[in-house]
């Protein structure tokens, strides 16, 4: 079983629309949580981060945790053109990083 | 802080050349990771670094792969010698305890 498992996609969603990306982890050890975006040839940028359970919200983007389904999603609503780009979920866990595949969204406009 | 710097940012080489990456943390930074990252298998950890010191190198995959970091400052990992199915591109990343993870702009590697 992967540590990190995210839906490869692609995912399309129409410009203003929200965009759901889902995560889950496999260790119940896992501490910290966190949501990349990597646009096409760039580096990984992280955008969120999450510790506890629950949501938390930081301009168009909300990270939500539940640690007791070992599941992490990231909203993004309003969703613009310029959000196409790759998103990495992240577990943090003991002094080493664990990634998913990775979810491909596009915003059509 | 100028962040994680990576040089160069691209590197073609010939099969069986030796090939050096370099990566800066940043300062404060007490972990460093060097991944490779490919579309057939997406982001891969090779080494990372604890204090200077490697921690975890079952990620390099072949004797050929070599990683130092002499100093809390730079860090290198070396190829040598190159094969074509080593081009990817190679992200060095940094970060504090329970800190997230940073990364440098990568270098690109094509090996010919």
């Known amino acids: 079983q992967k540590e990190v498992e995210q839906n490869s996609g692609p995912l399309s969603v129409p410009e203003g629309a929200i965009a759901s990306l889902n995560c889950t982890y496999s260790d119940r050890g896992s501490q910290s949580f966190f949501w990349y975006r990597q646009y096409s040839g760039k580096s990984p940028e992280l955008i969120m981060s999450?510790?506890?359970?629950g949501d938390k919200e930081d301009g168009r983007f909300t990270a939500q945790l539940n640690k007791a389904s070992q599941y992490v999603s990231l909203l993004i609503r309003d969703s613009q053109p310029s959000d196409s780009a790759t998103y990495l979920c992240?577990?943090?866990?003991?002094?080493?990083?664990?990634f998913g595949t990775g979810t491909s969204l596009t915003v059509i406009p | 802080d100028a962040g994680v710097i990576q040089s160069p940012r691209h590197e073609v080489t010939e099969m069986g050349q030796e090939v050096t990456l370099r990566c800066k943390p940043i300062?404060?930074?007490?972990?460093l990771f060097w991944y490779r990252q490919t579309m057939m298998r997406g982001l891969e950890l090779l080494i990372y670094?604890?204090?200077?010191?490697?921690?975890?190198d079952s990620g390099m995959p072949e004797d050929r792969f070599s990683a130092k970091m002499p100093n809390a400052s730079f860090s290198t990992l070396k190829i040598q010698p190159s094969e074509p199915r080593d081009s990817a591109v190679y992200f060095c990343a940094s970060s504090d305890y329970n800190s997230p993870l940073h990364f440098g702009n990568g270098t690109r590697l094509t090996v010919t």
């Open positions: 999450i510790y506890s359970n």
């Open positions: 670094f604890n204090n200077n010191v490697p921690i975890d």
């Open positions: 992240a577990v943090h866990r003991g002094n080493q990083f664990y």
């Open positions: 300062s404060g930074h007490d972990y």
